[in-house]
């Protein structure tokens, strides 16, 4: 990989990693809940799940789908209905003195795994492999997939000290119950780009 090129994988990580998306908006609630040293987890679970995404994704799992483009549409479905799942649990999350007793923040397992159904990780993979590593060799894989994780990792934990920023103006129930609807809301319409495709 020459240095320009590394410098547009650089830059295509960062932009995907940064702007909203379920991951990054999901985290910021979760900073606003639970705030960023309960968040940890979360994060390392989206950047570290990712990077393993991208390196299997990378190494051929891409030609499974267009072998068999129907197990996309089935994991479109998967992911859409989770993504709802996880927003109806934003929406109704309880207020942080609450959150201790009956809430907690996404685990590492569970965020690393939630990569899978994530349809901004899959295009972003799918994208980041087929582009900046077209021969498919295992070094352009691995230096996509470690990008993204040097890459990832701060970009998303911006999203969860915003969050958690967001806990002076949260002062009150009615205030977080209406930032946690925003931004369940703000979840349900990061699907539109996959559901109009």
Known sequence: MTQQQLLALVTFAFVTS?????????????GANFGVRRTVPHMLGVALGFMLMAALVGARLAQVFVAAPQLYAVLKVASVAYLLVLAWKIATAPPPGDAARAGRPMTFLTAAAFQWVNPKAWAMALTAVSVYAPSQA???????????????????????????????????PARLRAFNVGMAVLLVASLVPVLVH
């Open 18 to 30: 940064i702007t909203p998306g379920p991951n990054n908006l999901m985290l910021m609630a979760s």
């Open 138 to 172: 295992i070094g352009g894989i691995l230096a996509v997939a470690a990008v993204f994780g040097a890459v990832n990792l701060p970009s998303v934990g911006a999203w969860a000290v915003l969050g958690q920023g967001m806990r002076r103006v949260l002062t009150s």
